[in-house]
């Protein structure tokens, strides 16, 4: 990155990215295996030091996504997660084992509230329990890193033994998580100082933070923790995490990009990631950015007023402290139509954050003819709808064949559905349902079998103007079967809004048909 403020005796900051991880326990955003390989390669890409690709103890999804992220990224640092004990310990490094650069990151809680309600454990024993578990892993690996969970809250005597005794046993890496969301800036910058003045051997190990948004404080509080000489920071695309989530990167990368006058601070990201990243994760988890939020919303560089319209035009710094197009913002996305030829779509595609592999390329050319075929100009939302489609492909039990449909308000639709089931063509005409959508969802549950609650509709559109794609997101509850109680997201693109929706529904029903290993819920950093 080039710094945008240069000046002397500037540090790094290792940027440790847990979207994978911690982001993932946002409610709703469980990736598939598919879509977790993409994202760590979007990562790489990004810029980050530290990948945390998952629990591997949690389920067989986490050991597998784990695994083939430690095959596959070399040049990155990979990291899997386990609490203190053996079991955990060798899951997680069996699953890390392939890994160019592996990084175990072992948690225990050490505040007060979790010691004596949570593990019942004393000092005493949780000391020697996070000795134990670091030594483990500092066995099977010579990157490790230790949490002790809720460290904001624990009493600053003890965590100062805690550190000093895990960096001991042979952590390279200590990380303080603020597990709650708790903390406040000068609180956390008061808990670093305290540690780098009073842990005898601090120096040997890389000071990180971990911090939760529950009070809006996630990046304020990690900058703080940055002031006081922190080295590595804990954070998600998007601020995905738990609750109300975790420090956003693209937040707390631009603002020690920015204001590097004041932080004397670089990372290793490349800044002109952030949106493409950005939009990459929130096109794979379902869950949107807000318009207004920071640096990478739709509304982060609109200037509305007349005054700052008039300044911005007269000098962009009037009004503006970072570039759009240093976060990666398009200034024009009006791009390719009918007649634009595979190499332009590979390349369009692989400028926002796709790399079509020689087996996808023509999946996504037949599909970006047809849809030039529909609509004339194919824009870049466009474009990566297609290629997202082809990313989150998840084997389909029953795939969408057409709908023919006859309503009229007031009365009861009659939908005539089509789909093939393992191959094998199939359909269902049922009358009932308020409007075409409800429709469509009940002819999907009588053809599958399938009960579902849902939870969550929503249609956009991909890009402007009347032709253009419609995008629904759908999130349905499983009402019986293995899971009950699941919620499976489901995404449907098309320039027809009832087949968008038809897809969508699909998608999720899909993910419940296809089933799914029962996730373990273990207290995290
Ligand atoms: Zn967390």
């Known amino acids: 990155m080039t710094p945008a403020n240069p000046g002397p005796e500037a540090r790094t900051v290792r940027i440790f990215d847990t979207t994978l991880r911690d982001g993932e326990q946002s409610p709703g955003a469980s990736m598939n295996l598919t879509e977790k390989v993409e994202i ?57 084992a392939a890994a160019a650069r592996p990084r175990i990151h072992v948690f225990l809680a050490t505040s007060s509230i979790h010691r004596e309600f949570k593990l019942r454990m004393t000092e005493e024993e949780v000391l020697a329990r996070a000795v134990a578990g670091v030594r483990r892993a500092r066995n099977l690996c010579a ?70 948004d ?5 990046v304020a509080n990690s900058l703080a923790a940055v002031e006081a000489g922190a080295g590595q920071i804990e954070c998600t695309i998007n601020g995905l995490g738990e609750r109300a989530g975790n420090c956003s990167l693209e937040e707390v990368v631009m603002a020690l990009r920015t204001r590097r006058d004041h932080y004397h601070v670089d990372t290793g990201v490349v ?26 919303g739709r509304n982060a560089f609109a200037h509305e007023s007349g005054i700052h319209q008039d300044g911005m035009l007269k000098e962009r710094r009037t009004y503006e402290i970072m570039r759009p197009e240093d976060v990666g913002l398009e200034r024009t996305d009006l791009v390719l139509g009918k007649h634009s030829g595979r190499a332009a779509l590979a390349d369009r595609a692989a400028a926002l954050g796709y790399r079509l592999t020689p087996e996808q390329l023509p999946t996504v050319f037949e599909r970006f003819k047809a849809l030039a075929d529909r609509k004339k100009e194919i824009y870049d939302g466009d474009i990566a709808a297609l290629c997202e489609q082809q990313f989150a492909a998840l084997p389909e039990h029953f795939t969408f064949e057409g709908y023919s449909l006859s309503c009229a308000s007031g009365s009861a639709p009659t939908v005539e559905l089509r789909v093939l089931q393992s191959g094998a063509p199939r359909s269902v005409t049922v009358t009932a349902g308020d409007g075409p959508i409800d429709g469509i969802f009940l002819a999907i549950e009588k053809l599958t079998g399938i009960q579902t609650v849902c939870r969550d509709f929503r249609v956009q559109a991909v890009t402007v103007g ?7 997101t759908v999130e349905l509850e499983q009402v019986d079967g293995e899971r009950p109680g699941a919620v499976h997201r489901g995404r449907g693109v ?17 993910r419940v048909a296809l089933g799914g290993q029962p996730r373990l819920h273990p207290q995290r950093t």
């Open 214 to 218: 529950d009070l809006g404080l996630a």
């Open 466 to 472: 009347k032709d253009a794609q419609a995008e629904v």
């Open 143 to 212: 990157d490790v890193e230790f949490s002790p969970e809720d460290a904001a809250r624990t009493e600053i005597d003890f965590l100062c033994r805690v550190v000093e005794a895990v960096i001991d046993a042979g952590a390279t890496t200590v990380n303080i998580p603020d597990t709650v969301g708790y903390a406040t800036p000068s609180q956390m910058r008061h808990v670093i100082a305290s540690l780098r003045d009073r842990v005898p051997n601090v120096d040997r190990a890389v000071i990180s933070v971990h911090c939760h």
């Open 40 to 96: 760590a390669q979007a990562l790489v890409q990004l810029g980050v030091d530290v990948i945390e690709a998952g629990f591997p103890i949690a389920s067989p999804g986490d050991f597998a996504s784990v695994r083939d992220i430690a095959r596959t990224v070399s040049t990155v640092t990979v990291c899997g997660l386990a609490r203190c004990n053996d079991t955990d310990i060798d899951r997680a490094w069996e699953a890390l």
């Open 494 to 510: 098309s320039t027809d809004s009832l087949e968008a929706s038809a897809k969508a529904f699909l998608a999720a029903i899909n």
């Open 271 to 296: 800044t002109q990631r952030l949106v493409p990243t950005s939009r990459l994760v929130a096109n794979i988890t379902g869950i949107q950015v807000p318009r207004n939020k920071a640096v990478v």
